[in-house]
């Protein structure tokens, strides 16, 4: 059975993670060997989700990483105050969700959603 699903992205600038990952997201730096730091949130049951798309919805680019929260409007509001660029929305999408895209410091593509 399948416990955990981890997102790996390569990088020689693990440091700069901590800006968007832990100070704009709010995630716990959960592991730190200098090597590698994952982020998630302490004490919390992660679901085990993996998906494929040939498009990220709404004729948009595939995503490399989608993030669900609870608080779009203010996450919105630190991305843009960190200076990270809006390449979407923020979008009501017609399948019941609020999202926008940014990219995070390595270029990554991110969905950052909340449902309706």
């Known amino acids: 059975m399948v416990k955990r699903i981890v997102l790996d992205i390569d990088t020689p600038e693990i440091a700069k993670a901590q800006t968007f990952y832990q100070?704009?997201?709010g995630l716990d730096l959960l592991?730190?060997?200098g090597w590698i730091a994952t982020y998630g949130l302490n004490n919390q049951q992660m679901d085990i989700q993996i998906s494929f798309a040939k498009e990220g919805g709404s004729g948009t680019p595939t995503p490399d990483l989608s993030i669900e929260v609870d608080n779009l409007e203010e996450i919105l509001e630190k991305v843009k105050l960190a200076g990270f660029p809006i390449e979407y929305g923020p979008v009501d999408e017609p399948w019941?969700?609020?999202r926008f895209y940014t990219k995070d410091p390595f270029g990554k593509l991110i969905n950052i959603l909340c449902h309706l």
Request: without cysteine; negative net charge.
């Open 23 to 25: 100070d704009v997201l």
């Open 31 to 33: 592991m730190d060997h």
């Open 96 to 98: 019941g969700v609020r």
